[in-house]
């Protein structure tokens, strides 16, 4: 397995942005699919978007369609999550995950990272 690091977890106030970033260590191939999932205490772990690197194409989560964007970082081994307009409900650690599956669920998805938590409140 390939490890993932996620970085850019922090503390921030409601209707605040926040960027999170995921660099795996090596080059990450066209077939892959990269994403970002969340758990928050007490529940199950969540789809929040995903990118098929090669085709650039992304899918989200309704709750946080229109609010979050998922892109490759600055440099080719990273993916980057920009979060905007945080609510309560974003609250959670973040997880960057590694695929081949065009897919939201975790099963599909074989390296993870450690998790990087998001707090969202006043």
């Known amino acids: 397995q390939v490890p993932l690091v996620e970085t850019g977890g922090r503390w921030v106030r409601p209707g605040e942005s926040l960027r999170l970033s995921c660099e795996q260590s090596?080059?990450?191939?066209?077939?892959?699919?990269m994403a970002w999932f969340r758990q928050a205490p007490g529940k199950a772990r969540e789809f929040v978007a995903n990118?098929?690197?090669?085709?650039?194409?992304?899918d989200y989560a309704d709750s946080v369609k229109g609010r979050f964007i998922i892109s490759r970082g600055s440099a080719p081994n990273m993916v980057d999550l920009q979060m905007s307009d945080l609510k309560p409900e974003d609250t959670g650690v973040y997880y960057c995950?590694?695929?081949?599956?065009?897919?939201?669920?975790?099963?599909?998805?074989?390296?993870w990272g450690q998790g990087t938590q998001v707090t969202v409140s006043t």
């Open positions: 995950a590694r695929g081949t599956d065009y897919s939201r669920s975790p099963s599909d998805f074989r390296s």
């Open positions: 090596g080059r990450i191939y066209s077939s892959a699919v």
């Open positions: 990118l098929r690197w090669g085709r650039q194409s992304t």
